[in-house]
């Protein structure tokens, strides 16, 4: 193993748990491996394969963006945030929509999409992008039912119990929405090269992972005004994920993927999330010195 | 043809979308790599792979079938580590452990039940820490064993967990030591005395934020494991140890013992801190013996250690940046 792996694992235990990550020089090709090709839940990561797949569709010209869509509250998707968290009726279009699943990780808004184009065209733009290892088996609101299925009666709060955990298919790879650090850092190279569509998608898929609020993950580790970091996040019991691209003002562009487990099953550890960004510092921090 | 070296090349070219770096990873050569491919596909009737000149693609049937044959691949490991067991002890040997702050009569009680209530393999138990438990059932040198949460459960089966709640030891000059039950706030003033971070630290800072959240933020964490060690800590250095009741020789925990050592033992009011526990074995390799030994940990640590079942978890409060909600 690397030395720059070695730290990048250490820090991971140092936070209480394990994580994989691979970091990709966007313009040489330069990469940082430190369990790349480990199978992982995507969880709302994938949230980034459906914007893709949305572009793609608008740029051969089977989807409009701009087209409106309701969006009554009846049988939205549960979540926190966003439509998912609103009470009323709403009409927009798909590309806000879109906003909306990006920014806050919207899981009504990330269905409500899903319905529009289907799950295999997800697949099928993921595919032909060369991610072998990356494929969704089903909606966020079907992921979010095999938890309370598989939770029990004791609902949301015997998600703290690590036998629960151990029962989740949502935790394990082979059984629920997966990729691997590798292939999502391969996504965000052809976003950022302009090979995953047109540049004009390109800068529109850029523009929208720039405007994702949380700042407790990978941006974190980029205490930097001048860096600019896109990502989008992905959140279960014990997971705790991260993909997106860290760019600095002399041109240097990143695309980092983290995935973590924790040992705490607690839902509120700040230090989980913010290991994510230490990773991806150590990581470009070594790519940059190469 | 041998179907599961067949589907280790399958998996191999999937994951690496490469026929040499494919190749190199089983570390053979590149023309019988492809061959067995072929020979998959024609098996099989299912094309797996597109190949162009510079790429190779998994085909939709492929990327059906990969899982399954990942699957399969990890049941073969799982069967032939069963038939090394077998082979390796007359009877078959079941290589199981605790962990080492687990009190003396727990695995005097763990040896004498477990032949009694299985007459398969032999027992070997071993002393090892979680860490080491885990990274043992990665590389298949362990069966089953007694673990501390948390740990990374990923990959892994649990029996119940069960709580060995810990109470203080302090000198006893301590104003606390008079008191039946001593609030953690009352040892505010003393430096607490822990096992080192690394070792596990995500128990680590539990152990410390539950401690705060309680009112005891010690000004110093002093790190000791030894018995003797952290005795003389607690003896002369204004320090306090935490540890369960059935770890504790009987001089220090018996309230009526005559005042011999200097040190007594004390529960925590409320029962804020515990030592939890579950019998853990690697998924998919749990067997009768290994059933046999959850069930002989389990009443062997309700038996001779006190320990419970966990109480029902306090409300969640999910925060939006959760990003899931049931």
Known sequence: MTDTAARIHAAFAEAGGTGWLHALDIDSGAQIDAGADQPVCTASVHKLCLLVTLHELAASGSLDLGEQIECPPAGRTAGPTGLAAMLDPVRISVRDVAYLMMAVSDNAAADLLLRHVGLDAVNRAMTRLGLTRTHAVHTFGELFATIREDAGPGGAQALTDPHVITRLRALDPARTNRSTPRDMTRLLGAVWRDEACTPEHGAAIRRILGLQVWPHRMASGFPFDDVHVAGKTGTLPTVRNEVGVIEYPDGGRYAVAVFTRTANTAATLPAADAVIGTAARIAVDALRAS | ?326
Not at chain 2, 7 to 15: D, K, N, Q, R, T
Not at chain 2, 31 to 47: A, H, K, M, W
Request: glycine content about 8%; hydrophobic content about 45%; some cysteine.
């Open chain 2, 1 to 326: 043809m041998d179907l599961v070296r067949h589907l280790e090349c399958f998996v191999a070219v999937a994951e690496q979308s490469h026929f040499g770096r494919a190749a190199a990873h089983l570390g053979m050569a590149q023309p019988p790599l492809s061959q067995r491919i072929q020979r998959l596909e024609r098996e099989l009737g299912v094309r797996l792979f597109e190949r162009t000149s510079r790429q190779v693609t998994i085909t939709e049937s492929g990327t059906l079938l990969l899982a399954e044959a990942r699957e399969l691949l990890a049941r073969s490991e799982a069967f032939m580590a069963t038939a090394r067991r077998i082979r390796d002890g007359e009877t078959g040997l079941l290589r199981a452990a605790l962990s080492p702050d687990i009190a003396g009569e727990t695995v005097a009680a763990v040896l004498a039940d477990f032949p009694r209530r299985h007459a398969g393999p032999e027992l070997e138990l071993h002393e090892l820490s979680t860490a080491q438990q885990l990274a043992r059932f990665a590389s298949h040198d362990l069966d089953v064993g007694v673990i501390h949460h948390p740990c990374d459960v990923s990959g892994l089966e649990l029996g119940p967990v069960l709580r060995r709640e810990l109470g203080v030891l302090l000198p006893r000059s301590a104003a606390a030591a008079v008191l039946d039950e001593v609030p953690l706030a009352s040892l505010t003033g003393y430096d607490l005395i822990l096992f080192p971070r690394n070792s596990a630290p995500a128990l680590y800072d539990d152990l410390l934020t539950t401690c705060a959240r309680n009112g005891y933020t010690p000004a110093a964490v002093r790190h000791g494991q030894g018995a003797s060690f952290v005795r003389g800590l607690v003896l002369s250095a204004g320090a306090v140890a935490l540890g369960p009741y059935d770890a504790q020789p009987a001089d220090v925990r018996d309230r009526n013992a005559d005042a011999g050592s200097g040190v007594v033992w004390r529960p925590l009011a409320g029962a804020p801190l515990a030592w939890r526990h579950s019998v853990a074995w690697p998924k998919g390799r749990g067997d009768a013996a290994v059933n046999a030994f959850a069930e002989v940990a389990t009443h062997a640590l309700r038996t001779t250690a006190g320990a419970r079942g966990e109480a029902p978890a306090g409300p969640l409060h999910l925060r939006p940046a959760s990003e899931y909600w049931l």
